[in-house]
């Protein structure tokens, strides 16, 4: 399945390998001509859903930060994984993967299979374990090079940061960010002035991180260089409460919890909102929030609910100031896989920025006439994963009901990386000219508007139904006497026939009903 994904994202114009002329090196992909705009419009649904519709602001911080911003977040001493060299021929392993895949054979030779495999695996990535220790536990279960079958040295630790020096003097080392997140904590007290000086104050941005990842090979599951959609949410600890939570607390969020994970259970089970507040599963209403929001922005995009769940990550995965973390999973052909992350970070992050920089990150509370430092829920999103797990869900492959020998995508239309194609039947007789007319009225009108004349319309419409375009509107002989036009719905072929000058207002109708048929 994701070889013949990657094969039609990279034919259709979905991805492109960067540098690719060059050969490509891995962890790096460009989005091409039709991925770019469906990736941007994924973005812009987030913006609305979760910044906009809840009246949080968005802000844009620097991608390259100084050392001192990244030792006060933790990451210059603890963003890394362990990594052991093999004697023989030198070449470079996780050294945690290298213990959880042998605890996992064990594991499975005593018959338990891939669950008690997953759970020793987030064991063995414990921050905890150091790489003294892991040279220890590699010695102990006598792991040998994969590879060669050579013997492996000790383990060191390799920093996951893309290190660089700020301005021409030796010694003043900055990084890419590993996360979008600081530079939101730094803002956050300008923001807060800015903007009446109150509590809860939601503030988010999309933009690249970036990790240098020791050997991506999942395509855009892993990436040295990707894009997050962040939201820090602040909030005052006295009033865990969401002003919105009404309207979903009543949402069925899907949860694999804990308790299950333990027990040795993979069965995700449905909760409303509200309950997991009432068993306090999630540690406070915003957390629930987020977690409905979620659920809800994934099914409009059309990622369908049985085919993703949150895993309650237990607390020996979760680092000592949480109060809790949830990762979104989703089923995808590389297994289940993390593509948005929920986590109370308590007030971790103000206080260590307070700490290091030696400045007063408090806020006051005029009600209560006292200072405090926010708390903090961070959802936290992926985007290349979930434009991934999109085109995972949207791909029908041809042969189906719908009688095509052609594979195509059903995307929402909000997401389709065009809005419509405008096709002239023929060139000849002035219907190129006429839809030429159209497809420039169309964009005047801000539609992100294909127009195609080469080929028969058969194969057009075969064409528009491979990159997912929902709509593709017909000039015809008919158009040129009554001034009307067919539309063509992407998912079962009908058409319906509307006036030229309505078309606009009509196709914007089509796609917020989310009309796809006829
Ligand atoms: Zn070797």
Redesign the pocket.
């Known amino acids: 399945m994701k070889e013949e994904i990657m094969d039609v994202a990279l034919k259709r114009g979905f991805l492109i390998p960067s540098n690719e002329a060059y050969g490509q090196v891995s962890g790096f992909y460009d989005y091409g001509s039709v991925g770019a705009p469906m990736k941007r419009k994924i973005e812009d649904a987030w913006r609305k859903s979760f910044i906009w519709r809840d009246g949080n602001l968005e802000v844009e911080t620097v991608m390259i930060l100084p050392e001192i911003v990244l030792k006060a977040s933790g990451h210059v001493g603890h963003f890394g994984d362990p990594l052991v060299g ?1 004697e ?2 030198k ?1 470079k392993f996780r050294a945690d993967t290298l213990v959880a895949d042998a605890i996992g054979e064990k594991a499975g030779e005593g018959g338990q299979g891939e669950h008690v495999k997953r759970l020793k695996e987030h064991l063995a990535r414990l921050p905890g374990m150091n790489p003294e220790e892991l040279t220890e536990k590699m010695r102990e279960l006598g792991i040998g ?1 994969p ?2 079958g ?1 013997g492996f040295g000790e383990v060191g630790w390799f920093n996951l940061m893309f290190k660089t020096n700020i301005g021409p003097v030796e010694g003043n080392p900055g990084y890419a960010r590993p996360e979008t997140a600081q530079g939101i904590f730094l803002a956050f007290p300008r923001v807060f002035r800015a903007h009446g000086s109150r509590l809860p104050l939601g503030i988010g941005q999309i933009g690249k991180s970036f990790r240098n990842e020791i050997s991506p090979r999942q395509g855009l599951i892993r990436l040295r260089e990707f894009t997050q959609m962040e939201l820090e949410y602040f909030f005052n600890p006295e009033s865990a409460l969401h002003p919105r939570f009404g309207e979903v607390e009543g949402r069925k969020v899907r949860v694999l919890t804990r308790e299950a994970q333990v027990s040795g259970s993979d069965e995700a089970q449905e909760f409303t909102a509200k309950e997991l507040v009432e068993k306090k599963i999630a540690p406070n209403q915003i957390m629930a929030y987020f977690l409905a929001r979620e659920t809800e922005f994934y099914e409009s995009l059309g990622v369908p609910s049985g085919d993703f769940r949150f895993r309650h990550m237990l607390k020996e995965e979760t680092p000592h100031y949480s109060g809790g973390n949830f990762d979104l999973e989703v089923s995808t052909s590389y297994g289940w896989v993390e593509t948005i992350g929920t986590a109370y970070r308590t007030d971790f992050d103000l206080s260590s920025h307070a700490k290091t920089s030696g400045q007063d990150l408090s806020v006051f509370i005029e009600e209560e006439k006292k200072k405090i430092i926010p708390h903090v829920v961070e959802p936290s999103f992926g985007v290349d994963r979930l434009f991934w797990a999109v085109l995972e869900k949207c791909y029908r492959s041809g042969g189906g009901a719908e009688g095509r020998d052609w594979s195509w995508f059903d995307f929402p239309p909000r997401i389709a990386p065009f809005g419509c194609a405008v096709l002239p039947l023929m060139k000849k007789d002035g219907l190129k000219e006429y839809a030429e007319g159209l497809v420039r009225a169309l964009r005047e009108e801000g539609v992100n508007a294909l127009f195609d004349v080469s080929g028969s319309i058969g194969k057009r419409y075969a064409r528009q139904d491979e990159i997912g375009t929902p709509y593709c509107v017909t000039a015809d002989y008919e158009s040129l006497e009554k001034g009307t036009v067919t539309v063509r719905f992407r998912n079962d072929g009908k058409q319906v026939r509307v006036p030229a000058g309505e078309l606009p207002a009509r196709l914007r109708e089509f796609a917020k009903a989310g009309k796809v048929t006829a």
């Open positions: 093999c023989k021929c070449k090079c590879e060669c050579g």
